[in-house]
């Protein structure tokens, strides 16, 4: 994939205005960033320490890896952030070949639930644009995200 087809991916899934830093994308699909809000929001339950929303970002980022794959079978997507006018910020594409599944999407549910936590109480509103799901795709053993309109079957493996 070329570099402005990356580009024109990140514009179209993005959907609001919050991105990843530069240079921090989790497999072509955007992430948003944790944003500068409130240092004190955190996540909490009886079987894990308080973490902030930047530490559940990273956890996530570790836990997805390089998403390589041996099938597209093996790619999921899941919804990653939220939008204040609701759903999700954007969406985050992995592999289950090499991850623990139900701890990645356990650390997404802790991840969007601070996420609409601190834009509520910071009272934060948005576009309100659907973001649009991408269609997951394996591309040299690594899956990816491309807007649906463009997965003809020429682009996938």
Do not use: F
Request: glycine share 6%; net charge negative; with cysteine.
């Amino acid at each position: 994939m070329n570099n402005s087809l990356l580009l024109l991916l990140a514009a179209v899934l993005v959907g609001c205005s919050e991105s990843p830093p530069a240079g921090d994308a989790l497999q072509s699909a955007p992430v948003p960033a944790p944003s500068q809000g409130d240092p004190t929001m955190t996540a909490s339950n009886s079987a894990q320490p308080s973490k902030t929303k930047q530490q559940w970002y990273q956890q996530i980022k570790q836990q997805v890896g390089s998403a390589a794959a041996d099938d597209v079978s093996q790619c999921r997507l899941a919804p990653l952030g939220h939008k204040p006018c609701g759903g999700p910020a954007s969406y985050l594409v992995y592999s289950v070949r090499d991850l623990d599944e139900p701890a990645l999407l356990a650390a997404i549910a802790q991840y969007n639930a601070l996420d609409q936590a601190q834009q509520r109480a910071s009272g934060l509103v948005s576009d309100c644009a659907i973001v649009p799901e991408p269609v997951v795709t394996l591309q040299n053993g690594v899956c990816v995200a491309m807007p649906a309109h463009l997965s003809a079957n020429h682009l996938t493996e």
